[in-house]
């Protein structure tokens, strides 16, 4: 792709996967590298990725329940740092890291459809407690997103469901998704900053990150406009397809 081209591609990518995340809180990382990664190999899809995806989620990680989520989620977050450090890079014995990507595109554009639309349940007195008070499944959920965040630079399989089977309040869901979207998003950047290949700062980087923010920016006057459950499904279905994308793509 000619140089010009390819930042226009930039652009309109990050100005889409950034709306995204204005209107519903995530998804910047998913529809990002999903779109990225039919023009351009995972790890410089990735390295793109890192800086608009950890300023963007800065203010999403504030809030009052810090603390909480922390003392419940530290196994999660632990596995996730540990699997994205440690797991092999894709190699010619290893699946097609696009075929990884459709295939948790796919079932998380799956699992979206068939969900019932969430119920926060009753506001805890603390967080550890519960669900929450599975250290191991939630230490094993961290290591199944590392090894996926690691491979495809998607960190939402099997996280976002885990979180959502919770059932936490609003308020704590949106942070506690924003804590786990910074933690595998330095992860990530840990992983990719010995890498010549694929430099965290760059113009496209930069360029990257400008037109995250204006989507943000846009989806956020859109979302009190649109209908939120059924732009949710369409966003779903349009995962589903980016995921069929990628696994016709890979070898």
């Known amino acids: 792709m000619d140089a010009p081209l390819s930042l226009l591609f930039i652009a309109l990518v ?3 996967a950034g ?3 204005g209107i519903t809180g ?4 998913t529809v990002a590298v999903s779109l990225l990664g039919l023009a351009m190999p995972p790890t410089q899809a990735a390295a793109l990725l890192v800086l608009p995806s950890l300023l963007t989620n800065l203010a999403q990680c504030r809030g009052p ?4 989520l922390a003392a419940a989620l530290w196994p999660l977050w632990l596995g996730l740092v540990t699997a994205v450090l440690l797991t092999p890079a894709a190699n010619p014995a290893l699946p097609d890291p696009h075929q990884l990507l459709g295939v948790a595109l796919l079932a998380y554009g799956g ?3 068939m969900r019932r639309a969430h119920t926060p349940g009753p506001a805890p007195q603390g967080l550890c407690r519960g669900a929450l008070k599975a250290g191991l499944l939630a230490g094993l959920v961290g290591l199944l997103t590392g090894a996926i965040t690691a491979l495809t630079a998607v960190f ?3 996280l976002v469901p885990y979180l959502q089977a919770l059932r ?3 308020d704590r869901l949106i942070q506690a998704q924003g804590l786990c979207f910074m933690v595998a998003t330095l992860a990530l950047a840990l992983r990719l900053q010995a890498s010549p290949q694929a430099p965290l700062w760059s113009f496209d980087t930069l360029l990257a990150l400008a037109t995250a923010l204006a989507g943000m920016a846009l989806g956020g006057r859109w979302r009190q406009r649109l209908s939120g459950p059924a732009f949710q499904r369409a966003l779903f279905l349009v995962l589903m397809g980016l995921g069929l994308a990628n696994l016709l793509h890979g070898r």
């Open 156 to 158: 939402v399989i099997p």
């Open 111 to 113: 699992w979206g459809l």
């Open 65 to 68: 329940h810090t603390r909480d």
């Open 26 to 29: 995530m998804g910047l990382p």
């Open 14 to 16: 990050f100005m889409l």
């Open 168 to 170: 936490l309040p609003r």
């Open 19 to 21: 709306t995204v995340k």
